[in-house]
């Protein structure tokens, strides 16, 4: 069982920056590939970034390349999401997920074991 708990969640100006976070709890944390997806709304769950249990490859959506960085600590259970230049499109409630390693695609939702509850992130103009 793996326990998932966002924060960082905030409201900031076109252009801002915010650094999110997941704690975990479990031991098998190392296990897991780790990813953040976010959600507007009136939309649906959409993949944001992921990295891969050893830190080793990390993956980006297209709207995030450039701008946002994923990265874990496993000794810590953690992971992180540093977005920079954030933009108005960037709104939303912000999902962390972890997906036993090999057990399906990063970039769909339905692959994942475990969610956090999330943290709303709202950029204005």
């Known amino acids: 069982q793996v326990q998932l708990v966002e924060s960082g969640g905030g409201s900031v100006q076109t252009g801002g920056s915010l650094r999110l976070s997941c704690s975990t709890s479990g031991r098998t944390f190392s296990s897991y590939a780790m990813a953040w997806f976010r959600q507007a709304p009136g939309k649906e769950r959409e993949f944001v970034a992921a990295?891969?249990?050893?830190?080793?490859?990390?993956f980006y959506a297209d709207s995030a390349e450039g701008r946002f960085a994923i990265s874990r600590d496993n000794a810590e259970g953690t992971v992180y999401l540093q977005m920079n230049s954030l933009k108005p499109e960037d709104t939303g409630v912000y999902y962390c997920?972890?997906?036993?390693?090999?057990?399906?695609?990063?970039?769909?939702?339905?692959?994942?074991?475990?969610w956090g509850q999330g943290t709303q992130v709202t950029v204005s103009s």
């Open positions: 990295v891969s249990w050893n830190s080793a490859s990390t």
């Open positions: 997920a972890a997906i036993l390693e090999g057990s399906g695609s990063y970039y769909r939702p339905q692959f994942y074991n475990y």
